[in-house]
């Protein structure tokens, strides 16, 4: 599975972002997650959806922020959509495919890793 990952930018503390991952390649996956990592710190879980079902997950911090969608016409395609931006949410946000079970919220569960697209919020 080959991800992409796009619509990272620089943006203006309140402001909105919608970031986009693709994935492609022969390889199914059972769920898409997002990640992010900034200078210093540990990568942490964002949010994931479950295709079979299209369940959402989100990490306790961001869940009342952040949104993760599906494309309704390209199959495995989700977005990140992040609202009410703040200093403390840039970083590099990645995403990732999940091939089995396993809890969505333990970067372990998943097999892909996209290449990653910096979010930066000015204050």
């Known amino acids: 599975v080959q991800l992409q990952a796009s619509g990272g930018g620089l943006v203006q503390a309140g402001g909105s972002l919608k970031l986009s991952c693709a994935a492609s390649?022969?390889?199914?996956?059972?769920?898409l997650g997002w990640f992010r990592q900034a200078p210093g710190k540990q990568r942490e879980f964002v949010a994931a959806?479950?295709?079979?079902?299209?369940?959402?997950?989100f990490a306790n911090s961001v869940k009342d922020r952040f949104t993760i969608s599906r494309d309704i016409t390209e199959q495995r395609k989700a977005y990140l959509r992040i609202d009410n931006l703040r200093p403390e949410d840039s970083a590099v946000y990645y995403c990732?495919?999940?091939?089995?079970?396993?809890?969505?919220?333990?970067?372990?569960?998943?097999?892909?890793w996209g290449q990653g697209t910096q979010v930066t919020v000015s204050s």
């Open positions: 990732a495919a999940a091939s089995g079970a396993g809890s969505y919220y333990l970067a372990s569960t998943y097999n892909y």
């Open positions: 390649g022969r390889t199914t996956s059972s769920a």
């Open positions: 959806v479950r295709w079979r079902d299209y369940n959402t997950y």
